[in-house]
T-cell receptor
């Protein structure tokens, strides 16, 4: 069964450093998402991406964040100048979104980011 | 505004039935989804409702009342492996173009032998 993959599974970085989290969505899916979940808290939407551009972003997704689809398969989340409060599990999700039909999002296993 | 409420914790016995409630207030609505999340793992899809009524999927059923902003997830024949957090999420239409999921805080279910 096709699945969303994410690398690395765990990233440790120092405050102020840049990190890039990588995701490979399911190949025929059209919509991609990033979420984060701070330990013990709820899942929070960051950004959605369609047709090579951001279609929606939350208040959390400020100028320190950016997303990119550098090739046909990868979908990346870059965090510039990380802060301690960026420590969280970051989930990538993808969705087929066939027109006229509601669809589910498939989540990747997540990247645990620890900022020290 | 956007607000989704769920009970924080529930406990049930193996073999029993449990109902997890979710109430929501969002600016738009384009479906309500239920996810299961085991500790340290990603959410996995269980069920969704777009129209009012009951959707059944094996041991899991989900109900929606849009007029009341209310949904529940029903789990039957509980098994120990059902111990997990159950997340209610609403697909919220934002400004009529973008859509995103708004997640509730999750209900941590403990199944006891």
């Amino acid at each position: 069964e096709p699945e969303v993959t994410q690398t690395p599974s765990h990233q440790v970085t120092q405050m102020g450093q840049e990190v890039i989290l990588r995701c490979v969505p399911i190949s025929n899916h059209l919509y991609f998402y990033w979420y984060r979940q701070i330990l013990g808290q709820k899942v929070e939407f960051l950004v959605s991406f369609y047709n090579n551009e951001i279609s929606e972003k939350s208040e959390i997704f400020d100028d320190q964040f950016s997303v990119e689809r550098p090739d046909g398969s990868n979908f990346t989340l870059k965090i510039r100048s990380t802060k301690l409060e960026d420590s969280a599990m970051y989930f990538c999700a993808s969705e087929a979104r066939v027109p006229g039909r509601l669809d589910e999002q498939y989540f990747g296993p997540g990247t645990r980011l620890t900022v020290t | 505004g956007q607000n989704i409420d769920q009970p924080t914790e529930m406990t049930a016995t193996e073999g029993a039935i449990v109902q997890i409630n979710c109430t929501y207030q969002t600016s738009g609505f384009n479906g309500l989804f239920w996810y299961q999340q085991h500790a340290g793992e990603a959410p996995t899809f269980l069920s969704y409702n777009v129209l009012d009524g009951l959707e059944e999927k094996g041991r899991f059923s989900s109900f929606l009342s849009r007029s009341k902003g209310y949904s529940y997830l029903l789990l039957k024949e509980l098994q120990m492996k059902d111990s997990a957090s159950y997340l209610c999420a609403v697909r919220d239409l934002m400004d009529n173009y973008g859509q995103n999921f708004v997640f509730g805080p999750g209900t941590r279910l403990s199944v006891l032998p």
